[in-house]
Nanobody, 122 residues
């Protein structure tokens, strides 16, 4: 089994910062990418990408967070971090971590965490 556990959410004032962490453990063969999503505002869409990073360091960000959020990956610890600066009330959301890769004995791996709540007050 593969476990994904997030931490670091909480309440912060607008303009403040938070750092989210997500660690993947268990029967992981290899990790291709880890990232963060949040619930989408647009109707009919379940989640929207916040940021994602591959094991080679390639990153992608949502336009709404570029310049404010930074994603990083500790390959040795199977941990991804999301540093969120200059937070805005519209960043309030549940942030979910995803790990993608392969399982220990083969097969595609995609596992989601339970999510961590970020609340930004105005």
């Amino acid at each position: 089994q593969v476990q994904v556990e997030e931490s670091g959410g909480g309440l912060v004032q607008a303009g403040g910062s938070l750092r989210l962490s997500c660690v993947a453990s268990g029967t992981i063969g290899s990790i291709d990418a880890m990232g963060w999503y949040r619930q989408a505002q647009a109707p009919g869409k379940k989640r929207e990408l916040v940021a994602i990073i591959t094991n080679r360091g390639s990153v992608d960000y949502a336009d709404s967070v570029k310049g404010r959020f930074t994603i990083s990956f500790d390959n040795a610890e199977n941990t991804v971090y999301l540093q969120m600066n200059s937070l805005k009330p519209e960043d309030t959301n549940v942030y979910s971590c995803v790990v993608r890769g392969s399982k220990w004995l083969g097969g595609y791996l995609e596992r989601w965490g339970q999510g961590t709540l970020v609340t930004v007050s105005s």
